[in-house]
């Protein structure tokens, strides 16, 4: 790997909840919402679970078991909110719109959806079962429309609500070996821009938020994994794992805080953008929405060569 590939931030960038994010900051900021929180057993997921009940919100946590939660259920509990614990497979229509119904009648109405769950499979197309491909679009395009789909009409009806899709800075990027991650990831960014327009449609912008945001590199289950021992056998160390190994030094807590701010409400201006969790969120909030959308900065775009415009 390159290092120069992608250049290096002149600016440093946060490894930890700084300023506008810290858990004293934001004490209280969501008391008595209810914000359902998909993958939350382990991980990131458990993080933003964890920062949105520190935060005052009464917290649905999701994943494929009830058993798998326990601990993300006892840590969201000690922070003194109600808690409930769904077993649902976000690929499942049926089953995410049950839970989503159970979790309103034994909640309350949902204000803050967080689509955190995802899957990677790191291996390049020609050596994966088609199977083993599409699941990832299933789990992590798929699974977000689903919980998307489900709750619009009633943040509609509500005028108000906040979704945070956990994609990746695999988005924006080429990553041989990951075709069904980063496509995945980079559809989902592009849902969440173009959604945001269509609440605009709606009159619903911006009392419907969305956002899609870069967690940072976090040792999780999928941080911590490389490629399979047949691929490395095949091609080498490609991706050379050292390297991203040492890039996954951020806590779970650095998306976790960024969630429950942008719950908040306190980022609203940041509604329909990329967010790369590492990148103090005080900085675009000082350069204005109507210049970050005009200068399309934070959203997926094409650059084409000077005098060449995307026009239509
Ligand atoms: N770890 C990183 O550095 C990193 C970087 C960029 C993006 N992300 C994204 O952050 C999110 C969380 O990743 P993580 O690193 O905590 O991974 P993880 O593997 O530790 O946790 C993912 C959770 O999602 C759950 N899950 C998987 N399929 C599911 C399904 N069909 N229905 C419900 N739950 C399901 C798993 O059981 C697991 O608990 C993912 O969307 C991932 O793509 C992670």
Redesign the pocket.
């Known amino acids: 790997m390159d290092p120069n590939e992608f250049g290096t931030s002149t600016v440093p960038l946060q490894h930890a909840p700084y300023g506008p994010i810290t858990e004293e900051n934001l004490k209280g900021a969501n008391k008595g919402k209810v914000a359902v929180v998909?993958?939350a057993?382990?991980?990131?997921?458990a993080g933003i679970a964890e920062s949105l009940a520190k935060s005052g919100a009464n917290v649905a946590i999701?994943?494929?078991s009830v058993e798998?939660q326990a601990k993300t259920k006892e840590a969201c509990e000690a922070q003194g909110v109600k808690v409930g614990v769904y077993a649902?497979?976000?690929?499942d229509q049926e089953k995410v719109v049950a839970t989503i119904d159970k979790i309103e009648q034994e909640l309350g109405p949902i204000d803050i959806l967080v689509n955190?769950?995802?899957?990677?499979d790191q291996r390049p197309l020609i050596m994966s079962t088609f199977d083993s491909f599409w699941k990832q679009i299933e789990?992590?395009f798929k699974?977000p429309l689903l919980t998307i789909h489900t709750m619009l009409p009633r943040f509609r009806d509500r005028g108000a609500g906040c979704i945070i899709n956990?994609a990746?800075?695999?988005a924006t990027v080429d990553v041989p070996m990951t075709l069904g991650y980063v496509t995945s990831?980079a559809a989902l960014t592009r849902a969440t821009h173009t959604l945001q327009r269509e609440m605009a449609l709606d009159g619903l912008d911006p009392a419907i938020c969305l956002y899609a945001l870069?967690?940072?590199?976090?040792l999780?289950?999928?941080?911590g994994t490389g490629a399979g021992q047949d691929v490395l056998d095949k091609y080498g160390d490609v991706r050379d794992e050292k390297f991203f190994m040492d890039l996954?030094k951020d806590p779970p807590a650095l998306c976790g805080q960024t969630c429950a701010w942008l719950a908040s409400g306190q980022g609203k201006e940041l509604r329909g953008l990329f967010i790369d969790c590492r990148q103090d969120v005080t900085r675009l909030l000082e350069k204005g929405r109507d210049a970050l959308l005009k200068e399309k900065r934070n959203v997926l775009t094409v650059n084409f060569l000077d005098g060449y415009a995307n026009e239509p």
């Open positions: 998909t993958g057993a382990q991980g990131i997921g999701l994943d494929l798998k649902c497979d976000v690929t955190n769950a995802g899957i990677l789990v992590n699974g956990i990746s800075r695999s990831k870069h967690p940072g590199g976090v999780t289950g999928m941080g996954f």
